[in-house]
């Protein structure tokens, strides 16, 4: 007989919700109201009514979901579905930490479901926000008790999912690259459109004496006018220079300092190009209309190419570790943002001065060679930095490196993820080496100051792992874990690759590096895991 109690997860605000589903009722009343007596709809209260009306919906949908688990299995209930999943075609229970902006400050956490059939499914209840955690850990311990009495999950540990691990998924990243790229082939295709237009006012002329009217479009025209007065803005708003009635226009929207330049009943003289003023020549200022260069374009659609790169280089990794277990942290894409910041510096420069002139040049196609090639050496560089490194897959000339004499202290960014007696606050963020026993400290040295002496005879290393995403964000992606028994209590120490391994031959001397548990055991560890919490 299993000693699991039933769950029932319902919204805990239930009054704010209410009260909004009350707002939401008269929202939808008013915009009916305003919609009725034939208001347009651009009317306030009728768009007001409707916001609230959809307010009211979002509300309705959240306090009525509730959430139910007993022997049977899960019991969603939502304001237009219910459903049941049994135990049997749960294959585990995950946390799934949702981000606004990628920051923890506004970190949400849920429950998701891993069904055996490989989809997943997101629990409306329970939902912690950052601080309010001891709820959600209760129910969370409950739901895994009744897992574990009723069904079999895959993983013995608690997967935890974020934005830092595999099974984030990679739709989102692949939508913005999509729409990026779309934005780059659509602002290239006006680039010829441009340059012509740009090539076509540098060689623009003063019409002959006597041309006609319906010819004058494609030269330049002069006309006197008299500014009646001017109105100037801040610097994003558009400021107007206003003409008399003689004049050939009311108004004409310039620039902030040519609204300041010019005064009211000064006379000015018009250049008109194509119907449109070019140029406005004054006694001591002339004001230019922008025109836009075929390069400005080429440059915004190769940045916007460059963009497209970053998304897709999450994709390009979310890809490259999808045999991962979905809770383990994927390496990050900043090598990638690295290569395409080089890229840029010989790309935009390129663009901008050879937008329609790059077959036709010698140098600018030398240029474009050479820049692909530095391009091509930098993305083989970032493929190679952001590659997954299993524990124990250091290279000789990364991992040992030079060993230190025994009294040369050596202080290694190291830091241990629970607090301890020797790492009180979890204040640790290096461990020294050498010159005395192992410690934890509180800076990068020199000196032990404020250390703390690690009790090396207390700790037996049980695994290492790569970081999942249970071990929060504060360390790096490419950073390692060692799980060590202090005593009978768990800890975790993570450190870099190299760094790991040299910490954990000095933490346990007596031991052959070449008979550490990760040396033998990660691949049996990391294929149960990977078989219990991998889509098929």
Request: net charge positive; charged share 15%; aromatic share 8%.
């Amino acid at each position: 007989m299993s000693n699991a109690r039933d769950v029932t997860c319902r919204p805990s605000q239930k009054r704010a919700l209410w009260f909004l589903v009350g707002l939401g009722t008269v929202g939808a009343g008013l915009a009916v109201v305003r919609a009725t007596y034939g208001s347009t709809i651009l009317d306030l209260w009728l768009g007001i009514g409707v916001l609230l009306a959809l307010v009211g919906v979002v509300s309705l949908g959240a306090v009525t979901a509730e959430v139910t688990a007993d022997a049977y299995g899960l019991h969603v209930r939502r304001l237009l579905r219910r459903r049941s999943v049994p135990w049997a075609d749960v294959a585990d229970l995950r946390v799934r930490l949702l981000h606004a902006h990628n920051s923890r400050v506004h970190e949400v956490r849920r429950i998701s479901l891993l069904l055996r059939n490989g989809r997943t499914v997101l629990l409306p209840l329970p939902q912690a926000p950052s601080g309010h955690a001891s709820d959600f850990e209760a129910t969370w311990e409950a739901l895994r008790a009744l897992h574990r009495a009723y069904g079999s999950p895959a993983s013995d540990h608690v997967p935890v999912v974020s934005y830092r691990t595999a099974g984030q998924g990679w739709a989102g990243s692949l939508t913005v690259c999509a729409l990026l790229l779309a934005v780059a082939g659509g602002t290239a295709c006006f680039v010829p459109v441009v340059a012509s237009y740009e090539q076509a006012w540098k060689s623009a002329a003063p019409c002959p004496a006597g041309t006609p009217l319906r010819e004058r479009g494609a030269c330049l025209t002069t006309r006197p006018a008299v500014i009646a007065r001017t109105e100037t803005h801040p610097p994003r708003q558009t400021s107007w220079l206003y003409f008399t009635e003689n004049g050939p226009l009311e108004r004409l929207a310039v620039s902030q300092d040519a609204a300041q330049a010019f005064q009211a009943g000064a006379g000015v003289e018009l250049t008109v190009w194509r119907g449109t003023v070019m140029r406005v020549t004054g006694e001591h200022y002339v004001w230019r209309d922008h025109v836009p260069t075929g390069g400005s374009v080429a440059v915004l659609a190769a940045a916007s190419a460059l963009a497209a790169g970053y998304p897709g280089a999450q994709v390009l990794l979310r890809l490259r570790g999808r045999r991962l277990p979905d809770d383990e942290v994927v390496p990050s894409a900043l090598p990638f943002v690295a290569a395409l910041a080089g890229t840029a510096l010989w790309l935009l420069p390129l663009c901008y001065f050879h937008a329609t002139t790059l077959l036709g040049s010698p140098a600018a196609l030398a240029w474009a060679v050479v820049g692909s090639l530095c391009t091509l050496g930098l993305f083989a560089w970032a493929w190679r930095a952001t590659r997954v490194r299993t524990p124990g897959e250091v290279a000789a000339h990364e991992g040992a490196a030079e060993e230190a004499s025994a009294d040369e202290e050596v202080f290694v960014a190291a830091c241990f993820l629970e607090p301890t007696d020797y790492n009180p606050y979890r204040f640790g963020t290096h461990i020294v080496l050498g010159g005395g026993p192992p410690a934890v400290t509180p800076h990068a040295g020199p000196g032990r100051f404020a250390a703390k002496r690690i009790p090396v005879q207390r700790l037996t290393l049980t695994q290492v792992r790569r970081a999942r995403g249970s071990d929060g964000d504060a360390i790096p992606r490419s950073w390692h874990v060692a799980e060590l028994d202090d005593a009978g209590t768990p800890v975790r120490l993570a450190a870099a690759p190299a760094d790991l391994s040299r910490v954990l031959r000095a933490l346990a001397p007596a031991q052959p590096p070449a008979t550490l548990p990760h040396q033998h055991g990660y691949s049996r560890s990391r294929a149960a895991d990977t078989a219990g919490t991998k889509n098929p």
